[in-house]
């Protein structure tokens, strides 16, 4: 059973203060609880994406010394050609 997210309000997205931005600015974001979705609480969901296949890597995590959005590492498995 899903139900709006508390977080976005069912908004999808949130403003994220110039203090926790990257770029010092105020900017408007995915909803990091729900990744986007609007809804919370599916039990079947990855527990870290939420299902978007996407996590944002922090910058102090990235060789590019940037955020940036990758592979979710707990369900979106690179495809092995064989």
Do not use: F, H, Y
Not at 17 to 44: F, H, R, Y
Request: proline share 9%; aromatic share 0%.
């Amino acid at each position: 059973m899903t139900q709006q997210c508390a977080t976005c309000k069912g908004r999808k997205t949130v403003i994220l203060p110039a203090d926790k931005s990257p770029l010092g600015i105020a900017a408007e974001v995915d909803c990091p609880e729900c990744q986007s979705t609007g809804e919370t609480g599916n039990p079947s969901a990855c527990q870290r994406c939420n299902d978007s296949k996407t996590v944002v890597m922090p910058a102090e995590e990235s060789q590019l010394g940037m955020a940036m959005e990758v592979d979710c590492p707990e369900c979106s498995e690179p495809v092995v050609l064989e």
